[in-house]
């Protein structure tokens, strides 16, 4: 289904269990993050698959766009897996993104 038509039932559902939180983590596909940014709260984004795993084709470009969005602008923070993940989404968008690795 297209995002938007399961986006608003997300948001209807779970939005009121994540009222209190100051922050969201979400990791991957960083695409499944989209639910908790129409909750409006700061989320630090863990990527550790490329930030296109499972976007449908006709969903990739308003993608591309918004992740664009969310790198450059200061209310969300993304994290890359390795450094090959942190060189990806930098040739992709020309955003350099810290590297964090978990034990």
């Known amino acids: 289904q297209p995002f ?5 039932s997300f948001v209807q559902a779970l939005g009121p269990a994540l009222a209190k939180a100051d922050v969201m983590m979400c990791g991957q596909p960083l695409y499944w993050c989209r639910f908790l940014f129409k909750l409006n709260k700061p989320c630090l984004m863990y990527a550790g698959l490329p930030v296109m795993w499972t976007v449908r084709e006709e969903d990739q470009a308003s993608w591309a766009e918004e992740f664009m969005q969310l790198l450059t602008g200061n209310q969300h923070v993304v994290l890359a897996e390795s450094v090959f993940m942190a060189r990806e989404v930098h040739w992709q968008f020309g955003v350099r993104v810290p590297v964090m690795r978990i034990l």
């Open 4 to 8: 938007e038509t399961v986006a608003t």
